[in-house]
T-cell receptor
Framework: DTGVSQNPRHKITKRGQNVTFRCDPI?????LYWYRQTLGQGPEFLTY????????KSRLLSDRFSAERPKGSFSTLEIQRTEQGDSAMYLC?????????????FGPGTRLLVL | DQQVKQNSPSLSVQEGRISILNCDYT??????FLWYKKYPAEGPTFLIS?????DKNEDGRFTVFLNKSAKHLSLHIVPSQPGDSAVYFC??????????????FGKGTKLSVIP
């Protein structure tokens, strides 16, 4: 399977705990994105990496959120001190080198439930 | 302020008929538009795209039309099949600086194709 993969697929945690999600992009893609989707909404942009550099962060990404892509391959998204409002589907996408007319390919997502 | 709007939360169509999903946008800087299809518990799957320099793009049963003056696009599915039943998201790509591109999504339209 050469698509975007995400692990875990589901995560249930208690409020206040830390969680970490992993994304493995399509191997030749150097751009990686994180989005969050809540019920009844479309995905919302969180952050963007070009290779290992994090080039943009949304205002949605509070200081409890941190993302890394240490070697320009896989990426992790960590949420510290989770809150019930963090419950959502977290989606990762990747795209190849290109221009603005590029397609982002999404993984299956990690569904987080904070109790 | 929602920059990409899908005003119909749901649509039901008979198998074999045409499905028309609509999308409006407000930001004239958007120059590339995409449609994604999403099944429950899965990530969005890329369907078809259109650049702002075109007004139509076809791929098999799927055609996307873009009316720049009206800031409106639509996705036509002909003929509709039961397997097309899913949530369809309209998205717009824009350059947001520092080599960063991001997708802005609508809230989605749930299509049900009735056998």
């Amino acid at each position: 399977d050469t698509g975007v993969s995400q692990n875990p697929r589901h995560k249930i945690t208690k409020r206040g705990q830390n969680v970490t999600f992993r994304c493995d992009p399509i191997s030749e893609h150097n751009r990686l994105y994180w989005y969050r989707q809540t019920l009844g909404q479309g995905p919302e942009f969180l952050t963007y990496f070009q290779n290992e550099a994090q080039l943009e962060k949304s205002r949605l990404l509070s200081d409890r959120f941190s993302a890394e892509r240490p070697k320009g391959s896989f990426s992790t998204l960590e949420i510290q001190r989770t809150e019930q409002g963090d419950s959502a589907m977290y989606l990762c996408a990747s795209s190849p080198r290109g221009d603005s007319r590029e397609t982002q390919y999404f993984g299956p997502g990690t569904r987080l439930l904070v109790l | 302020d929602q920059q990409v709007k899908q005003n119909s939360p749901s649509l039901s169509v008979q198998e074999g008929r045409i499905s028309i999903l609509n999308c409006d946008y407000t930001n004239s800087m958007f120059d590339y538009f995409l449609w994604y299809k999403k099944y429950p518990a899965e990530g969005p799957t890329f369907l078809i795209s259109i650049s702002s320099i075109k007004d139509k793009n076809e791929d098999g049963r799927f055609t996307v039309f873009l009316n720049k003056s009206a800031k409106h696009l639509s996705l036509h599915i002909v003929p509709s099949q039961p397997g097309d039943s899913a949530v369809y998201f309209c998205a717009a790509n824009t350059y947001s600086g520092a080599g960063s591109y991001q997708l802005t999504f609508g809230k989605g339209t749930k299509l049900s194709v009735i056998p």
